[in-house]
């Protein structure tokens, strides 16, 4: 299943950014759990929802007017929903098939879909992340309007903005305009893959977050993060080997990273069970 996703992926990544979309790679990253998955099928979806979003806007241009429009025709016409629970909070609100044809989504997959509808309808929105938090954004620097996809695209204000980084990174953070710069692609999709690793790790399926960890790399070949979380998911797994060429890439790129002495203790302890294991 990993095989059918990373090939999925990696053809898209291999392309300029602009010549696929965001659909598409959702779409890649959802065959980790159905590789045959029928992704025309899924665009076309797509297509009529944006068809949907067309009429329901008509000739308004505001952007509230027309993120109202588009809004109004996922959560009130089509009845997308956020995942709200435990029991929903699993792999399938991650995955842009499932939450096509349940209608239950994450919010990085609600702002997804709101994201595609828009811009098969001929309008431009963008995401921006805040520290827990995922907005739709539309408009240039000088003024910018945004909405919240867990909300059904309510508006947000700066002001809401600002207590949002506030309470999202328990008043360790202030709010910088920074915030509010629009996510690239590939970054929208490995916020899905971050929220889809820890899904599976809280499984515990640390073989399929493993996956999502590999997909990450894909992305972003040296993130230090998931270098470190491909070394520690080799260790729970067993893999002690593999887990000690991956600690070591990590320490050898971070010798000072905010992780390394964690990193060296369990450094040590995968070299005394690959010892244990001979």
Request: glycine residues 8%.
């Amino acid at each position: 299943m990993r095989d059918a996703a990373h090939q999925a992926l990696g053809e898209l990544l291999s392309q300029p950014v602009g010549s696929w979309t965001l659909g598409e790679g959702a779409l890649a990253i959802a065959r980790l759990e159905h590789p045959e998955l029928d992704a025309p099928a899924c665009l076309a979806e797509l297509d009529r929802l944006a068809a949907a979003a067309r009429e329901s806007v008509g000739d308004a241009r505001h952007p509230r007017f027309l993120a109202s429009g588009i809004a109004r025709v996922l959560f009130e016409d089509e009845r997308f929903r956020l995942a709200e629970d435990d029991n929903e909070a699993l792999p399938a609100s991650c995955m842009l098939d499932q939450v096509l044809a349940t209608r239950i989504g994450a919010p990085t997959l609600l702002a997804l879909v709101f994201l595609e509808i828009s811009r098969r309808a001929g309008f431009r929105f963008e995401t921006v992340a805040l520290p827990g938090h995922f907005l739709l954004r539309h408009g240039a620097s000088e003024e910018v309007f945004l909405f919240d996809p867990a909300r059904e695209g309510r508006p947000v204000s700066l002001d809401e903005a600002r207590r949002m980084v506030a309470d999202g990174s328990g008043g360790r953070t202030e709010f910088r305009e920074g915030f509010l710069r629009p996510l690239t692609p590939p970054q929208v999709l490995a916020r899905i893959l971050a929220n889809l690793k820890a899904i599976y790790w809280r499984g515990p399926d640390y073989e399929r977050a493993l996956d999502a960890v590999e997909l990450m790399l894909a992305i972003r070949p040296d993130d230090p993060r998931e270098i470190r979380d491909r070394g520690r998911l080799m260790f729970l797994m067993g893999r002690m080997r593999d887990a000690i060429v991956a600690f070591e890439s990590y320490l050898a790129h971070n010798p000072r990273g905010e992780d390394a002495d964690v990193v060296r203790m369990l450094l040590v302890e995968a070299r005394a069970g690959l010892r244990a294991q001979r």
